[in-house]
């Protein structure tokens, strides 16, 4: 799977979009873009994923740029219950199901 | 929303003991999972689980820990002798019907391990 590089801490005004990057500069054509996300020690929430296009689902928006090498997760209206650490990983469907977690951004919004 | 459930939340046992971790995935989820997360660390994969059979599984799941599936419902991980570095959360996660859908977690068990 494609290494994935993300800010370690981002600060977020509440009622403010929330734009979280994530750099996948080896990302390979059939590798889709995946974004969980952790509150404390939750299990992790499955939040988007995409491949080529833009999508948008009631919790957020990803925006994949038009090489693929990176895309924003965008959380449109901020609430202080969006803290959390926020996962970008790619996947591979060729090897193996497993989904590997990395160090995350560690979004704080701010009252 | 259908959801994927965990018990127990905490299970806090001897060094040595075997333990049980439960997991109910999502009724027609046909792929199953385990990661694990030491405190302060990453998630990590442990295993997964397919048509009753293990069909990946990382370095990390040795011969103490076993998977199975008991009845239509259950999912299990079992430690047979839990050592203290296997203090850890434990995330069980189910797909659907194809192994590359979207993977549901559990809120997880939190074993203790003295």
């Known amino acids: 799977d494609a290494k994935t590089t993300q800010p370690t801490s981002m600060d977020c005004a509440e009622g403010r979009a929330a734009n979280l990057p994530c750099n996948h500069s080896?990302?390979?054509?059939?590798?889709?873009v995946y974004w969980y996300r952790q509150i404390h020690s939750q299990g992790p929430q499955y939040i988007i994923h995409?491949?080529?296009n833009n999508e948008t689902n009631e919790m957020a928006s990803l925006i994949i740029t038009e090489d693929r090498k990176s895309s924003t997760l965008i959380l449109p209206h901020a609430t202080l219950r969006d803290t959390a650490v926020y996962y970008c990983?790619?996947?591979?469907?060729?090897?193996?199901?497993?989904?590997?977690f990395g160090t995350g951004t560690s979004l704080t919004v701010i009252p | 929303e259908p959801e994927v459930t965990q018990t127990p939340s905490h299970q806090v046992t001897q060094m040595g003991q075997e333990v049980i971790l439960r997991c109910v995935p999502i009724?027609?989820?046909?792929?199953f999972y385990w990661y694990r997360q030491i405190l302060g660390q990453k998630v990590e994969f442990l295993v997964s689980?397919?048509?009753?059979?293990?069909?990946?599984k990382s370095e990390i799941f040795d011969d103490q820990f076993s998977v199975e599936r008991p009845d239509g419902s259950n999912f299990t991980l079992k430690i047979r002798s839990t050592k203290l570095e296997d203090s850890a959360m434990y995330f069980c996660?189910?797909?659907?019907?194809?192994?590359?859908?979207?993977?549901?977690f559990g809120p997880g068990t939190r074993l203790t391990v003295l």
């Open positions: 990983i790619v996947r591979s469907p060729n090897t193996g199901n497993q989904f590997y």
């Open positions: 996660a189910s797909s659907g019907s194809v192994p590359t859908d979207t993977q549901y």
């Open positions: 009724s027609n989820h046909l792929y």
């Open positions: 995409g491949l080529k």
């Open positions: 080896t990302i390979s054509g059939n590798e889709y």
């Open positions: 689980f397919y048509n009753n059979e293990i069909s990946e």
